[in-house]
C-alpha cells in the first residue's frame, strides 16, 4: 500500500489542453458575440456616412512617439485650447518609442470611438496601415510633424526642409562662407530627417558652395549621444568649423563638448526646433543659432483643426489626401533672440 | 490526484480573470468585442515570443537576443522584397531560415565556447541589432523610407477571421505545438533533465548540447515568426523593431511559471502572462491612468502575480511536508 | 555459476593537482561476484568508480568489459556498455517524477521522438515489484524524502539491466530494511550473472554481502583477496597502516574534567505542529548529548529549530540559563551556537571555495584588520586548523568540493572551532565518512567538549551512539521518550525505546 502523496505528471495532460483550447476558443467567441462598438457613432465603413450628428462631448487621443520636450509641448498646446471648449475630453498616451506599441494604441483609440486622433508616427509607413483604419472609421486624424503616405485629415509641421536651407545660409555666413561642417543626425528612416538634412544640404550647396560637410552621423535625438558623436569626430583630428544638429537636443551636446574643448566661438553650432534651453543657450553666447518653430502655437493650431473637424461632424472618409499646414519659423540667432517672448518660449 | 501544472495555471488563470473583471467593470470600452479583439492583435506576438523564451529558459539559461533576431528578420524579408523585388513566398521561408541561424549562433556559441547564456546573448543581442541597421534598405536607399510592402501573400500574414486576428491562432498553434514537444517527446523531457540537473541529464548520456542548441534555434524561429507577423502588419520594418521586446517576454514567461533556475514550467503559462501584461497596459489606457503612472501600476500588479504564485508554492511545500509525516508514520508500522 | 572477468581495470593512474590519486591500480569483477572496494577517504575510491564509467578519463591505463578495451571519458559509451552506476551524490532530476527518473535518458519512444508513456509505465513498476521497491512512479522526486530518493537511484540502476554494477555508498542513507532490501537485489543481480562492485565503510555490511574484497590507500592497490580469507581488523589495519581498536578504546577511557552542572542549552515544551511536541531537553558544558532514534523521527527538524533555522509553534529556548530569543540562524550563531547540518553539500559547504574559506568563513573579523582581509591572518589561521583537524590533501587553496566527504565533514567542524562557540549541533556527522575519518572526528569533538563545549549529536549510527555519548536521548514519534547514561545501556534498549515500546 502506497499513500498516494502529490503527483508530478510531465505527461501529457487532456484536462490541460481541453482547458487551453477552451480558452483560446472562449476569447474568440466573447470578441465575436459581444456588441461592436459604443452606441452613439455609426462606423462608417467604407464611405457609406459622410457627416455625423452632433454629440454631448467628443473624445481626442494623442499617440506620441514617446515624451520628449516637443510632444509634450504640442500636447499642452492642444489642452490651452481644447480645454477651453465645453465637452472636450483629451488624452495623451505614450507610444515608447516604438511602432507596434502605437498601432496597438491606435486600436484602442479606434475601438474607444475617439473623434480625433492625432499622431506623431514613430515610423512613416508602418503607421500607414493604422491611419487606413482611422479613416474606414470616419475618425479624423492629425499627423505632428512625421507625415504617413496614406490619406488623413491634415498634417501640421514644422517647415523642416525650407527652414533647414535658411539655416543652412544663416550658419554658412556666420563662418564666413568657408570651412568644414559635421551633422549630428536622427537615426535613419525617418522622414523627417532626410527633410532637414536635405534643406541644408541644398542650401549648403546653394548659397555657401565653398563650405565641405565632413561628417554625417546619427546621434539618435539624443544630447549625450551627441556628445559622444562629435567628441569621436574631434578626436580625430580633422578641424571642425561648423555643427549642425537636426534638433536641439544634438546641437545642445554639441554645446557641451564645445565648453569642454574651449571651442566655443570657434565652432558655428547650430539647432532645429526652437527649444527653451537653445534659446537660452544663444543668449548666452553658445549655441550661435536654431530654427524656431512656436510649437504650442503648432498644437494650437492642430487642436483647432480638429475641433472644427469633430464639432462639425465631418467623417473622415471624405479627405482624399491630407491637408497640409506648414509652421511659421524664425532663424533665431544672438540678434534676434531677444525678440521671442517669454510666453513663446516651450 | 493534485497536478502541479494544476495550481500554478489555476492560480493565473484567476488572477488573470480578477483583473479583467475589475476593469472590465469600470470602463464600457473594455468589455466590447473590439477591444479584446485588439489585446489579441496587440500581444500575441510578444505571447509567440514568450513561448519560444521558455525553451532556454527552462535550460536555466536566457535568451536576450530575440528582439534582435526579430529585428533582422523584419529588415531581411524587407529587403529582398523591396530592394531585390522577391516575393512574399520566398522572402518568408528565407526569414524564418533566418531567424534559426541566429537562434542556431546563440546555441553554438553557447555549447562550444561554454559560455554564459546571458552573456552570450546580450553579445549577440547588439550583433544583431548592428546588422539590421546595416543593411536597411531604408538607410541604402532612403527613397524606401516612404515605400510601403505590397506583396499579396506577405500582407495575408496578419489579417483576421472576423474579431480573431491571425495572429492569435498562429500564437495557439505554436503553444499547443510546443505544449506537445515539451510534454509528449524525447526533447522535451531531455530540456527537462538538462534543465532539472544539467549533470545527472550528461551521465544519464543524454546529448546535453544537442539540447541546448535546440532550445535556442526554437527561440530564434519563434522571434522569426513574430517578425513576419509584426512587418506585415505594419507595411514596413523599422531599424528599431524590436527592441524592448525581449523583456516583455521573459516577463510574460516568468508569469507564466517558468522557473528561470530552470527545470519547471511550461509553454501555456507564457500565453497567459503575455495577455496579462496587455490587458494591464490596455485597460489603464482606457481608465486614463497618466502615462507616467502606467508603468509604476503595471509593475506592482505584476509583482502581485508572481508573489501570489510563491506563496502557493510555500503553502504547497508546507502541505507536502504534512503528508511525509503521515507517510512515515504510517511506515513505521512496517519496520522502517 | 563459471565465474570470468567482466570489468577490469589495468595499470590505472591519474593526478589532481600536486596529488596522485591513483597510480598503476588493477581491480578485476567476476561475472556473478559481489566485490567491495575499501579505503579511507581520499584514497582513491571515487576516481576509481569515475574512470571505470568514463566520467573521468585517467592518465595511464584502461578498462576493459569481456576483454574489449573502452573508451576513456564516455559516459555513454560505458552505459551502452552495460556498466551501470550508483553515484553517492543524487544523481536525479527534481522536477522530473520518479518514472521519468529511473529511465532518464533512456525513456521508450514511439516514431519521431514522442514518448511511448505506456511502455515506460510498465517497465518501471515491472521493475519496482521485481526488487519490491515501494514507490509511486508518479510522484515528484523532490517531494521524496531522502530515502526513497535513493530508492530511486538504485532503481535506475538496476533498470538498465547492467552487466556491472558500481555502488558508491549505497547504503548511506538507508535504514536496516532497506539495506536488506538492497542486498536482495543484489542477490538477485549476481544470480543473474552480473557483477558487483561495493564501495562501502560498514565493514559488517561487506562481511554479509561481499565475495572478495579490496583496499586501497594512497592511490595503490594493498590487498585483493577472498573474504573468506580475511578478517576484519585485517581489512582494517591494511586501510589505515595501524591498529584502530586501540585508539576507539583510548577515547572512551579519556574522560578530562568536566563542566557539568552548568547547562548550556536547554529547551522546555518546544513543539511544532505534525512534527514534534513538548520536546524537554538539557546539554551541559562539556557534554556529548547524542540524540537517536529510528528514521523519520524529526530529529533533524528538531535541531533546526533550535538553531532558528525554523520556527517553533511554542516552547522557549534558553542558553547558560537565560532565555534566548532566537528567531533566525544568525541569533544563534551570535548566541555561540554553531551547527552542522545533515546535507554538507546543500547546507554547508561552500564547495566552490578554497578550504581556506569555508574554515575561516564564520569568523572573518578574526582575520581582517580594520574591515580589509588580512591574507597573512586568512593562511595562517586556515594552516592552524588544517593541521589541527588533519584534513587531506592538505593543501589550503583547493576547493571544498573536491575533498573526500570525510575530510569536508573536518572542515565543516573546523569551521565552527575558529570562534566562541560554546554549543555545536551535528546532524549526522559521520555519515559517509570512512573508519579513520570517524576516529579523528571523535577525537576532534571530544577534545571540544573537554574544552568546555556542549555537544549535541544527532546521529542513527548506533556503534557512533555508543561510542562517543555521554548521554543518549532517545526521539520516537516527535517526543522524546527515554534518556540514558553512558555505560549503563545496551544497543538493544535504545532500538526498544526508538521503535516506542517500555523502557527498563
Redesign the interface.
Known sequence: MDEKVKRESAGFNRREFLKISALGVGAAALAACAPATPADVAPAEGGAQSSKQAKDSYKMTFVQVQPHTVSVAWGQGIEEVSNVQTNIEYKQVDGQGDPATQINLMDTAISEGVDIIFCQPADSVALGPSIKKARAAGIPVITLNIDAPEAHAAHVEMNHYFGAIDIAKAMGELMGGKGNVVILNAPPGIIIRDMRTNGFVDGMKKHHPDIKIIADQSAEWDRKKAQDVLSTILASGKEVNGVYGVNDSMALGAVDVAKTKDLIGKMVIFGNDGEKAALESIEADELSGTQYTDVWQQGRLAAALAIGLATGGISATSFTNQGHILMPYVIATKDNVGSIQAFQRW | MLKKINYQSFGLVGFYLVIVIIFSALSPVFRTAGNFSNLLIGFSHIGILAVGQTFPILLGGIDLSVGAILGLVGMTTFDLMLIFGLPGYIAIPIGLVVGLLAGLINGLLIVRLKLNPFIVSLATMASFRGLVYAISGRQLFPGLTVMAIKDPTYLAIDGSLGHVPYALIYLIIIALITYFILHNTKLGMDLYAVGGNENAARLAGVNVNRVKIAAYLISGLCSAIAALILTSRMTTSPEGLGIGFELSAIAAAVIGGVNMQGGSGSTLGPVLGAFLIGTIYTGMNLLGVTQYAQPVVAGIILIGAVGYDQFMKERRRKELQAQLLLQSLRMKGQGG | MKKNILLQARDVSKRYYAVQALSEANIEIYSGEVHALIGSNGAGKSTLIKIL?G?VVPDTGEVLLNGKQIPHGD??AA??AGIACI?QE????????VM?NIL????P?LR????D?KAQRAIVVDLLKKHDL???P???VQ???TVQQKEVEIAKALSLNAKVVLMDEPTAWL?Q??VEKLFRSIRKLTDEGAGVLYISHVLDEIFTIADRVTVIRDGKVLLSTAISDTTKSALVQTMLGRQLSSEVNALQQEQAEKHLGFVALECRQMSRA??FQDVNLKVHRGEIVCITG???A?RTELVRTLFGAELPDSGEVLIDDKPAHIRRPLDAIRYGMGLIPEDRRRDGLLMNLSINHNLVMAYLPLVTRLGLLAPDLFKRMGQFQMDRLGIVPPHLEIPARNLSGGNQQKVLIGRWLAGKTGIIILDEPTVGVDVGAKADIYKLLRDLADYGTAILIVSSDMEEVMTVADRILVMA?GGLVASFQKGRVTQEQILNAA?GEMVQ
Open positions: 564509467t566520467a559516459t555513454k552505459l551502452d553515484y543524487s544523481n536525479l532530476v527534481p522536477t522530473l517524477s521519468d532518464l535518458g533512456r525513456q519512444t519521431m521522438g514522442v514518448l508513456r515501494n514507490l509511486d508518479d510522484a515528484a517531494s521524496l524524502s535504514s530494511v532497506e505534525g512534527l529510528l528514521i523519520g524529526k514519534r521503535s
